[in-house]
């Protein structure tokens, strides 16, 4: 969204104040966008960095002297209960949303105790600074996929968890106190069991995002190949804009509850390698098992061979084994029932525009010229690329 439409007087002001955690991450940005079209003041949680961490929302930030400005951004850590509090009390929101987190399960066995502090730790300090402050607010937990861990497909709310991972530990006890202030303090709190969501704007170093890139780095002349850990595992993976939609649902209910969003479709990582190439006009192959397995140009578009350097036979995937996780998740896949009938929510973007959508967006980014039918679909589905959920839900 455009910092002008923001600004328009037509848009509807709610009156309505969220305060979002996490607001410089991928769903932060989309939620933003999101929670400003339906008219609401949004205040979000930034961390002071010797670089600027806000380029996600960079678009929709009007100066805070601007008199119809409704974005403000405060500093604060999740591992600093003082500023919480005061930053719950004095803005006084209607609705938290609290998705800051230490977001990477590979990242978390390097840092098992930073990611317990943030991830676990972190809600406990938010849910206590709104039942300190006395405030009346609706709280929506970013809860995961990951805590189903090694449970077996499909899951849903009632599935049991076994987390596989500190990130995932920790999200499991983040769960638990966010069911434990609704029962104890009577307080609207609701745990979003997402399931992956993706989009242009993922972190670079999420496996979907590592291969757009890569696939758009190694046609543009820019990397020579991709490093993978396990092209197995499966996952069900969503456009991430229709997915902060579900979080509002969530806080518009009349009763809090917990509910699992995805799109009940699963695919392999390899899935996800041999379509991002062929979208951009190159046939992958396989040769080899296990760490020695490589990925191989099988064939290029005509309409590729005068854009690239990349020839058949060229190796352009490798395994790494430095990204295999010590205990993994394999197979990820949501039953929706209940969102679906509760929230009546039902994602419309598919895996193979998912794909479209994010290598059409990273071609873009390195220089590559495209058809671009990933912004078609977005557009035809009432999802614009760039002023993007304004249209949704
Ligand atoms: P993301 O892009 O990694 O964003 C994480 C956000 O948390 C960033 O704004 C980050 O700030 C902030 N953060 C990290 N450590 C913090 C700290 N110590 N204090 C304050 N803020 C901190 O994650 P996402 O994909 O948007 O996901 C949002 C939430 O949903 C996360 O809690 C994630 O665990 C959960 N989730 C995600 C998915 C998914 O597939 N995306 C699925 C299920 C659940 P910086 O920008 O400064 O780093
Ligand atoms: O993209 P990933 O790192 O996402 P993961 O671990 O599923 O976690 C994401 O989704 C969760 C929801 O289920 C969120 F809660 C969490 O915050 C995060 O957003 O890895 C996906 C799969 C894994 O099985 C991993 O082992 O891809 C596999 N993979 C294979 N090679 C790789 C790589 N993952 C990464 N990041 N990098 C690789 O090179």
Redesign the pocket.
């Given at each position: 969204m455009e910092a002008e439409d923001l600004k328009r007087e037509d848009l509807p002001h709610t009156g309505r104040k969220a305060l979002i955690?996490?607001?410089?991450?991928?769903?932060?940005s989309y939620l933003t966008e999101f929670l400003l079209s339906k008219g609401y003041e949004v205040h979000g949680?930034?961390?002071r960095?010797s670089t600027f961490?806000t380029g996600r929302i960079d678009h929709i930030y009007v100066d805070p002297h601007v008199s119809d400005a409704r974005l403000f951004l405060h500093y604060?850590?999740?591992?600093d209960s003082g500023q919480l509090t005061h930053l719950i009390y004095n803005i006084r929101p209607d609705e938290v949303y609290h998705?800051?987190?230490?977001?990477?399960v590979r990242v978390s066995f390097d840092m098992p105790e930073f990611s317990g502090n943030?991830?676990g730790l972190?809600t406990t300090r938010l849910l206590e600074a709104i039942r300190r402050s006395g405030i009346n607010t609706r709280f929506y937990q970013?809860?995961?996929?990951?805590m189903f861990g090694a449970s077996a497909p499909p899951q849903n709310e009632k599935t049991p968890f076994y987390p596989r991972s500190p990130y995932a530990a920790a999200?499991v006890y983040a769960y638990w106190m966010t069911v434990n202030y609704r029962e104890g303090y009577n307080m609207f709190a609701c745990n979003g069991i997402?399931?992956?969501?993706?989009s242009p704007r993922?972190?670079e170093t999420f496996v979907t995002r590592k291969i757009t890139r890569a696939v758009a780095g190694i046609i543009a002349g820019k990397q020579d190949k991709l490093y993978l850990g396990n092209l197995e595992a499966r996952r069900d993976w969503g456009f991430?804009p229709e997915y902060v939609v579900c979080q509002w649902l969530m806080l518009q209910q009349d009763k809090p509850a917990d509910y699992a969003i995805g799109t009940g479709e699963s695919h392999s990582v390899r899935d996800f390698v041999e379509l991002a190439f062929r979208y951009a006009g190159i046939e992958i192959g396989w040769e080899g098992e296990g760490v020695d397995e490589k990925g191989i140009v099988r064939s290029l578009s005509p309409d590729l061979r005068n854009m690239t350097s990349v020839n058949v036979g060229d190796v352009i995937l490798e395994i790494d084994p430095k990204y295999f996780r010590p205990t993994e998740v394999e197979y990820l896949l949501a039953d929706t029932s209940k969102a679906r009938e509760m929230l009546g929510w039902e994602p419309k973007v598919t895996f193979k525009e998912l794909v479209r959508i994010m290598v059409e967006s990273d071609m873009e980014l390195a220089g590559v010229n495209l058809s671009f039918e990933g912004k078609k679909v977005l557009e035809e589905k009432g999802i614009n690329w760039t002023k993007n959920v304004q249209t949704v839900g």
């Amino acid at each position: 969204m455009e910092a002008e439409d923001l600004k328009r007087e037509d848009l509807p002001h709610t009156g309505r104040k969220a305060l979002i955690t996490g607001i410089t991450g991928q769903d932060g940005s989309y939620l933003t966008e999101f929670l400003l079209s339906k008219g609401y003041e949004v205040h979000g949680l930034i961390r002071r960095a010797s670089t600027f961490n806000t380029g996600r929302i960079d678009h929709i930030y009007v100066d805070p002297h601007v008199s119809d400005a409704r974005l403000f951004l405060h500093y604060g850590d999740l591992a600093d209960s003082g500023q919480l509090t005061h930053l719950i009390y004095n803005i006084r929101p209607d609705e938290v949303y609290h998705l800051g987190a230490q977001s990477h399960v590979r990242v978390s066995f390097d840092m098992p105790e930073f990611s317990g502090n943030i991830t676990g730790l972190g809600t406990t300090r938010l849910l206590e600074a709104i039942r300190r402050s006395g405030i009346n607010t609706r709280f929506y937990q970013a809860s995961s996929s990951e805590m189903f861990g090694a449970s077996a497909p499909p899951q849903n709310e009632k599935t049991p968890f076994y987390p596989r991972s500190p990130y995932a530990a920790a999200k499991v006890y983040a769960y638990w106190m966010t069911v434990n202030y609704r029962e104890g303090y009577n307080m609207f709190a609701c745990n979003g069991i997402l399931f992956n969501h993706e989009s242009p704007r993922r972190g670079e170093t999420f496996v979907t995002r590592k291969i757009t890139r890569a696939v758009a780095g190694i046609i543009a002349g820019k990397q020579d190949k991709l490093y993978l850990g396990n092209l197995e595992a499966r996952r069900d993976w969503g456009f991430a804009p229709e997915y902060v939609v579900c979080q509002w649902l969530m806080l518009q209910q009349d009763k809090p509850a917990d509910y699992a969003i995805g799109t009940g479709e699963s695919h392999s990582v390899r899935d996800f390698v041999e379509l991002a190439f062929r979208y951009a006009g190159i046939e992958i192959g396989w040769e080899g098992e296990g760490v020695d397995e490589k990925g191989i140009v099988r064939s290029l578009s005509p309409d590729l061979r005068n854009m690239t350097s990349v020839n058949v036979g060229d190796v352009i995937l490798e395994i790494d084994p430095k990204y295999f996780r010590p205990t993994e998740v394999e197979y990820l896949l949501a039953d929706t029932s209940k969102a679906r009938e509760m929230l009546g929510w039902e994602p419309k973007v598919t895996f193979k525009e998912l794909v479209r959508i994010m290598v059409e967006s990273d071609m873009e980014l390195a220089g590559v010229n495209l058809s671009f039918e990933g912004k078609k679909v977005l557009e035809e589905k009432g999802i614009n690329w760039t002023k993007n959920v304004q249209t949704v839900g």
